[in-house]
């Protein structure tokens, strides 16, 4: 369980999200702005905020993350309730929220603690929102995939699953004779499904098409059994280090 008001690096450094899914958070609080904002920014508000290029969203939805929320009543109750974070977003910067309503925790299943899983980020420039971000998940057993979560950011007006493209996944043997043809009619379900707005970032024909080759990518990368439990690093991207002083920090 992640608690709302974690900072994204002290995210980043918890053991716990390093052992779980390839560290696929890691990858996504790695990419999420400078050390600065990371010391800074929450995950309630990541989450809460309902930014199409929220970075955390895409690994947690790949997870099957689960929201807590809480209000108090004018009586001085508090009421709470559990949403899935699919389908918290319900717009640009909008959500299920009530008033007076607060994300208190994030709760992430056991079962996927073993899931193979990677999160991937375009910007104009270091440091910069998402042109396009994603991740990508596979429960896989003896090389057959047991099931498949596909998320996208800042190509829709929420970070969204797909899940017509996780089913082309789903059965499949990773690496088996069909899986590059599973994985070209994924990403074409993805781009079909996807409504990518042209803003100062990018236009949304190369959103269209980058969101495809990320996940192309990452695909490739949850299929390699030799990259299981590879968590992302600093030493891994000279963008990660942004903002970071000396280099005593791993
Ligand atoms: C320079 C800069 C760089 C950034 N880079 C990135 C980036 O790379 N990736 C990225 O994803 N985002 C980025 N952001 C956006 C932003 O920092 C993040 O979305 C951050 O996680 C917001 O968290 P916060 O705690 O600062 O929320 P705030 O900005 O304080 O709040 C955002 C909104 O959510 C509400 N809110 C906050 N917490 C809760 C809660 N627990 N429950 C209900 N509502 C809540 C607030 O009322 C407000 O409406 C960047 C922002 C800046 C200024």
Redesign the pocket.
């Known amino acids: 369980m992640l608690g709302?008001?974690a900072r994204?690096e002290a995210v980043r450094r918890a053991e716990v999200v390093q052992q779980w899914a390839d560290g696929v958070l890691v990858g996504a609080c790695l990419?999420?702005?400078?050390l600065q904002?990371r010391n800074?920014?929450?995950?309630?508000?990541?989450?809460?905020?309902a930014?199409p290029?929220?970075?955390?969203?895409p690994a947690l939805l790949v997870l099957d993350a689960q929201l807590e929320l809480a209000r108090a009543t004018p009586a001085g109750d508090c009421v709470r309730r559990n949403v899935p974070l699919d389908g918290f977003a319900t717009g640009p910067f909008t959500t299920v929220?009530q008033p007076g309503?607060?994300?208190?925790a994030v709760q992430v299943p056991a079962r996927t603690r073993t899931w193979r899983a990677q999160f991937r980020k375009i910007?104009r420039v270091v440091?910069?929102?998402?042109q396009v971000n994603c991740a990508v998940a596979l429960q896989v057993e003896k090389q057959r995939v047991l099931s498949a979560r596909l998320a996208v950011g800042a190509v829709h007006p929420t970070v969204t699953r797909v899940p017509a493209a996780e089913a082309e996944l789903v059965g499949g043997e990773i690496r088996g004779a069909d899986w590059s043809a599973r994985v070209g009619r994924a990403v074409d379900a993805v781009r079909s499904f996807i409504r990518p707005i042209s803003d100062m970032r990018a236009t949304r024909e190369w959103r269209r098409h980058v969101c495809g080759v990320l996940l192309c990518r990452s695909l490739e990368w949850v299929a390699d059994p030799h990259r299981a439990g590879h968590v992302p690093r600093y030493e891994d991207g000279q963008s990660y280090r942004v903002g970071v002083q000396g280099s005593g920090d791993g």
């Open positions: 709302a008001t994204i990419h999420f702005g400078t904002v800074m920014a929450t995950v309630g508000g990541n989450i809460a905020h930014l290029a929220a970075d955390l969203v929220l309503e607060l994300v208190t910007g440091k910069d929102l998402a």
